[in-house]
Antibody, heavy 117, light 111 residues
């Protein structure tokens, strides 16, 4: 079964970094793109960035460029999203999602990240 | 503040139709035919309903339809069912700085 399975919830201190993983099984890795989208409490969805796992090409929203890094491990079909210099505004549920350049047809279950001192 | 503007709420009775709008600019909705719509039940992962403005992925009922006119896209849900009660988000390609932008979401209530 094609699915994206994300790592668990994290609690981080302000100023630190978080690394969220997204394991693609059943062929989800292949030639698709993997995107990262987040949702802060009570807020809407926000696109963060994307990668093409087979060649490692990445693209980031201008809102996250410089403090977000997406990497992929082709051997384990796992994509990682690292966000640095965390603030309380980064408290959110982070989703990975498979798709083409413009739409996302398969989503992970989400990983809740809480930034608190 | 979201890049695309959606009404915060919409409602309808079972069997009725409801249309949700998504307003953008010529730099996103009006400039590219890459509007998508997602259904999100809180606690679950979002689900793709419409892509490229009016295309439905396999398995999505034809009660869901998408359209675009100028800088505004719309999602119409016909024959409302109780399970349609959810949040609905539009998104659009927005060029090489933001790539993809979302609307703020619309909470659909089936009365």
């Amino acid at each position: 079964q094609v699915q994206l399975v994300q790592s668990g919830a994290e609690v981080k201190k302000p100023g630190s970094s978080v690394k969220v993983s997204c394991e693609a099984s059943g062929g989800a890795f292949s030639s698709n793109l993997i995107h990262w989208v987040r949702q802060a409490p009570g807020q809407g969805l926000e696109w963060m960035g994307r990668t093409i796992p087979i060649n490692g090409i990445t693209g980031y929203s201008v809102n996250f460029k410089g403090r977000m890094t997406i990497t992929a491990d082709k051997f384990t079909s796992t994509i990682f999203m690292e966000l640095s210099r965390l603030t309380s505004d980064d408290t959110a549920t982070y989703y990975c999602a498979r798709g083409d350049f413009y739409s996302f047809d398969l989503w992970g279950q989400g990983a809740k990240v809480t930034v608190s001192s | 503040q979201s890049a695309l503007t959606q009404p915060p709420s919409a409602s309808g009775s079972p069997g009725q139709s409801v249309t949700i709008s998504c307003s953008g600019t010529s730099s996103d909705v009006g400039g590219y035919n890459y509007v998508s719509w997602y259904q999100h039940h809180p606690g679950d992962a979002p689900k793709l309903l419409i892509y490229e403005g009016d295309k439905r992925p396999s398995g999505v009922p034809d009660r869901f339809s998408g359209s675009r006119s100028g800088n505004t896209a719309s999602l119409t849900v016909s024959g409302l069912q109780t399970e349609d009660e959810a949040f609905y988000y539009c998104s659009s390609y927005a060029g090489s700085d933001y790539y993809v932008v979302f609307g703020g979401g619309t909470k659909l209530t089936v009365l």
